[in-house]
């Protein structure tokens, strides 16, 4: 069983900085690639940036169009953890943040939303104007 677990979330002004986390439970990303969603209010979850990685290779780091250049991923399999580094916030930005864990390939697929089979519970993310 995966369990995830979101933090780092809070309030900050427009250009400004929010480092979220996604603790998960051990040896997860050996088996599963990560990736970060975002849901505002009255708007479909969509896809943020996802990550694969393991036996000394990365097999794809990936970003939405609209946090490229802003936002970067990375995992820490020592901490069991993959961090969502978000720059250069806007207001557009807002919104409930999850990351989810989908079952991984050793190649550079990454997978749909609906191929995300683990969710955590969230952590909201507002950026003031």
């Known amino acids: 069983q995966v369990q995830l677990a979101e933090s780092g979330g809070g309030l900050v002004q427009t250009g400004g900085s929010l480092r979220l986390s996604c603790a998960a439970s051990?040896?997860?990303?050996?088996?599963?690639?990560i990736g970060w969603f975002r849901q505002a209010p009255g708007k479909e979850r969509e896809f943020v940036a996802a990550?694969?990685?393991?036996?000394?290779?990365?097999?794809?780091?990936y970003y939405a169009d609209v946090v490229k250049g802003r936002f970067t991923i990375a995992g820490d399999n020592a901490r069991n953890t993959v961090y969502l580094q978000m720059n250069s916030l806007k207001p557009d930005d807002t919104a409930v943040y999850y990351c989810?864990?989908?079952?991984?390939?050793?190649?550079?697929?990454?997978?749909?939303?609906?191929?995300?089979?683990?969710w955590g519970q969230g952590t909201q993310a507002t950026v003031s104007s």
């Open positions: 990550i694969s990685w393991g036996g000394g290779s990365v097999y794809y780091v």
């Open positions: 051990q040896h997860t990303f050996s088996s599963y690639a």
């Open positions: 989810a864990a989908a079952p991984r390939r050793n190649t550079d697929y990454v997978p749909p939303r609906d191929g995300y089979g683990y």
